[in-house]
């Protein structure tokens, strides 16, 4: 069964550094995704992505975030100086169909810690 | 910004009983899908559900989706270890397409 690929699985880093998080979304989906998840909190959405332009944004996806398609494969999340509020389970997703109408199929997540 | 309420936070029942989960918003969806999570992985999606009134079944899992699209229910027929995890609703609305709002969870523990 086709699915989304997250590298790395767990990336520690230090405060104010860049880190990227890749993601390989599933090859004939169009719409691609950032979720996070606090550790005991809710799934909180990032942003969307399709046509190589973002659709929507959170308040969280503030000028320290950036989205990137630079191949016809990868999607990468860009944090370019990390808090120690941005330790979290990050998850790519990418769905076939434009949502609500369907289901999205997650990655399995980055775990970023940030020291 | 919608919300969506899940009950309980947390069950635990032992194999072979049923149990039902709840998500309830005040705010109407387009669609509820149901997912479920394993411990550090990424939540799975289970069903979606987009018409009022609407009832999904997945073997032991039946979905329904409240006449006035603002509440869903999970039901588990004659549970088994296997159904154990955290399961997730989550709204997703024709106004604001790319984001799905989550609901925290129901905590659901089977045991032998």
């Known amino acids: 069964e086709p699915e989304v690929t997250q590298t790395p699985s767990h990336q520690v880093t230090q405060m104010g550094q860049e880190v990227i998080l890749r993601c390989v979304p599933i090859?004939?989906?169009?719409?691609f995704y950032w979720y996070r998840q606090i550790l005991g909190q809710k799934v909180e959405f990032l942003v969307s992505?399709?046509?190589?332009?973002?659709?929507?944004k959170s308040e969280i996806f503030d000028d320290q975030f950036s989205v990137e398609r630079p191949d016809g494969s990868n999607f990468t999340l860009k944090i370019r100086s990390t808090k120690l509020e941005d330790s979290a389970m990050y998850f790519c997703?990418?769905?076939?169909?434009?949502?609500?109408?369907?289901?999205?199929?997650f990655g399995s997540g980055t775990r970023l810690t940030v020291v | 910004t919608q919300l969506l309420k899940q009950s309980p936070q947390f069950l635990s029942i032992q194999e072979g009983e049923n149990l039902t989960v709840y998500c309830n918003s005040s705010?109407?969806?387009?669609?509820l899908q149901w997912y479920r999570q394993e411990p550090g992985e990424g939540p799975v999606l289970l069903v979606t559900?987009?018409?009022?009134?609407e009832v999904k079944k997945l073997k032991r899992l039946t979905f329904q989706f409240g006449d006035a699209r603002k509440d869903s229910s999970l039901h588990i027929t004659a549970a088994q270890p296997g159904d154990t995890g955290l399961y997730l609703c989550?709204?997703?609305?024709?106004?604001?397409?790319?984001?799905?709002?989550f609901g925290a969870g129901t905590q659901v523990v089977v045991t032998p």
């Open positions: 997703a990418s769905s076939e169909r434009r949502q609500p109408w369907g289901g999205y199929t």
């Open positions: 090859s004939n989906h169009l719409y």
């Open positions: 992505f399709y046509n190589n332009e973002i659709s929507e």
């Open positions: 705010s109407v969806f387009s669609s």
């Open positions: 559900v987009v018409t009022g009134g």
């Open positions: 989550a709204g997703g609305s024709t106004d604001s397409w790319g984001k799905l709002q």
